[in-house]
């Protein structure tokens, strides 16, 4: 899909990852969370590979895809609670980043709703509060801007400056323009391989 | 641990509230087990002879009906992502499910059980054996499906697949269950019997995570 890419992320950096649909977006964000394996290459976290401990990784990593893991029958708190503790978070001890995530995504009016209730773009929400309710210190984060209207992108831009301010690293790939204070851009394009087209088919 | 017992609580929820899972199981057991009596016709004595199987039939059927929800709705919507991401490995994760899976079907299938062996004319001597028994059962049965679910994770028509799978590999637990409630009507101990069903469950259990976990990394590749 794609060969040659190399890019360094520091504490407080950001990258927007560009390009043509199929050009390896999404590919690139599940290699870097853990979810594929790359078929050749060196993912480092600091100066250790990645895959020499996968599950310490997965708690470093928040990974947000198109699909946003929103169960129609339950609640957007319960589904942010249960987010929390599935990373090992006390659910009494997480009650304040819980409410912090819903305000921060202006969610707490439909925060005891059954998501089916739910517009695409609450549910878009919902997902990206997961971001809030439980810390970690890099963002993995596909086209987040899908569904949402401009307030809750200048939300997500807001939220995504705290983090980095913080130390926190974002990667992000996308259409929209979110706009994002000296974040690097790599157009995946450009490392397309040439695959010549067979004369024999 | 506290990780993993939301785990089990969410799917339990889900479960619940979703109405169709744990209430269609139950449903369909019910159903399943009632027409007996209309096809086979009302003797006492035919039905008492083959209460014991049609009950355990009824409920791998009613079992297998729910398998399919196990990782599927989770894989659509991208919560097996998140589950994958978590830092509690997966194999855990898997007994959790399975957990949740075993409570919201098995357990109220051997707690309805007794109910529907009055329909079939079961010698209630055997009642406290169908019970037990199912209870030891039902937990190899969500533990093997979890294996075969994982596996046709994506495939179109995975429902028949699914089937086609786990069918054969719950003729073990069908022997020894039927085995053990006719045991107990000849007066005859039904131990031995209960022990295999047990032993089936904790084989499984042994087993299957770690197939199961494998089935899921490969599917979300």
Redesign the interface.
């Known amino acids: 899909m794609f060969d040659g890419v190399s890019f360094r992320l520091p504490p407080g950096g950001a990258l927007v990852l560009t390009g043509t649909n199929g050009s390896g977006k999404s590919s690139l964000l599940r290699l870097v969370?853990?979810?594929?394996a790359p078929a050749a290459g060196r993912l480092l976290w600091g100066a250790t590979p990645i895959a020499a401990d996968l599950?310490?990784h997965?708690?470093r990593?928040h990974?947000v895809?198109?699909?946003?893991?929103?169960?129609p029958?339950?609640t957007p708190r319960?589904l942010l609670s249960?987010?929390g503790?599935?990373?090992?978070l006390?659910p009494a001890a997480s009650a304040p980043a819980l409410r912090e995530a819903l305000a921060a995504f202006a969610l707490e009016a439909v925060a005891d709703w059954p998501c089916r209730w739910l517009s695409a773009g609450q549910r878009r929400r919902v997902a990206l509060a997961r971001l809030l309710a439980a810390p970690a210190p890099l963002w993995l984060l596909d086209e987040p801007a899908t569904a949402l209207d401009d307030e809750s992108q200048a939300r997500l831009e807001r939220v995504i400056e705290v983090h980095r301010a913080a130390g926190g690293r974002v990667l992000l790939a996308t259409h929209a323009a979110i706009a994002l204070d000296g974040a690097a851009r790599l157009a995946l394009d450009a490392f397309a391989p040439h695959l010549e087209p067979d004369p024999a088919v | 641990m506290?990780?993993l017992?939301?785990?089990f609580h969410?799917d339990l929820?889900?479960a619940l509230?979703?109405g169709g899972d744990t209430a269609l199981v139950l449903g369909f057991f019910v159903l399943a087990v009632v027409l007996f009596p209309f096809g086979v016709g009302p003797e006492p004595e035919i039905l008492g002879r083959i209460a014991a199987g049609i009950l355990w039939v009824a409920a791998l059927l009613a079992a297998l009906l729910s398998l399919d929800r196990l990782y599927q709705a989770?894989y659509?919507?991208?919560?097996l992502?998140?589950?994958?991401?978590?830092?509690?490995?997966l194999e855990l994760a898997v007994l959790a499910k399975c957990a949740a899976h075993w409570a919201a079907t098995g357990l109220p299938l051997a707690l309805l059980s007794p109910l529907l062996a009055l329909v079939v004319d079961l010698d209630p001597v055997a009642f406290p054996t169908l019970v037990v028994g199912l209870l030891a059962g039902t937990p190899a049965l969500s533990l093997i499906g979890s294996v075969a679910a994982a596996l046709t994770l994506g495939a179109r028509r995975q429902g028949v697949l699914l089937s086609l799978l786990v069918l054969p590999l719950y003729v073990p637990p069908l022997v020894f269950g039927a085995a053990a409630v006719e045991a107990s009507v000849m007066g005859a101990g039904a131990r031995a019997d209960l022990y295999i069903l047990g032993a089936l469950s904790l084989a499984a259990m042994a087993v299957s995570p770690w197939a199961s976990a494998a089935a899921l990394r490969l599917a979300?590749?």
């Open positions: 969370s853990g979810l594929l599950p310490a997965h708690s990593v990974y895809g198109h699909l946003d893991a929103v169960k029958v339950m319960e249960f987010w503790a599935l990373r090992g006390d | 506290a990780a017992l939301s785990v969410r929820r889900l509230r979703q989770e659509e919507d991208g919560g992502d998140l589950i994958v991401l978590s830092p509690i490995p979300l590749e």
